[in-house]
Nanobody, 117 residues
Framework: VQLVESGGGLVQPGGSLRLSCATS????????MSWYRQGAGEEREFVSS????????TYADSVKGRFAMDRDNDKNTVFLQMDSLKSEDTAVYYC???????????WGQGTQVTVSS
């Protein structure tokens, strides 16, 4: 099983980034896909999730209206479009695949996002 995040980097406040999470080794279409983040010295927190069927999406209040999540079931990849970035969005962003039906979860290694002028 692999989840590989990419697309992080340094961006100025107000800028945009698009994160990707390419996956393999599990039945992608059956898993809830989520993004989490962890700032320095902070606990990991939920950012967004997207259901495997129907695409229902949930966002943390702190990113609602600025972030948009999408998934491509043909390419086994999820995306996180991040607009109007703020300094408080600085964190390592992690991709997670989970299935309560199967009882498994997988995490990627994370990608650093730094919002600074």
């Amino acid at each position: 099983v692999q989840l590989v995040e990419s697309g992080g980097g340094l961006v100025q406040p107000g800028g945009s980034l698009r994160l990707s999470c390419a996956t393999s080794g599990f039945s992608f279409g059956m898993y809830l896909m989520s993004w989490y983040r962890q700032g320095a010295g902070e606990e990991r927190e939920f950012v967004s999730s997207m259901a495997p069927i129907g695409g229902h999406t949930t966002y943390a209040d702190s990113v609602k209206g600025r972030f948009a999540m999408d998934r491509d079931n043909d390419k086994n990849t999820v995306f996180l479009q991040m607009d109007s970035l703020k300094s408080e969005d600085t964190a390592v962003y992690y991709c997670r695949a989970s299935s309560t039906l199967i009882g498994l979860e997988y995490w990627g290694q994370g990608t650093q996002v730094t919002v600074s002028s």
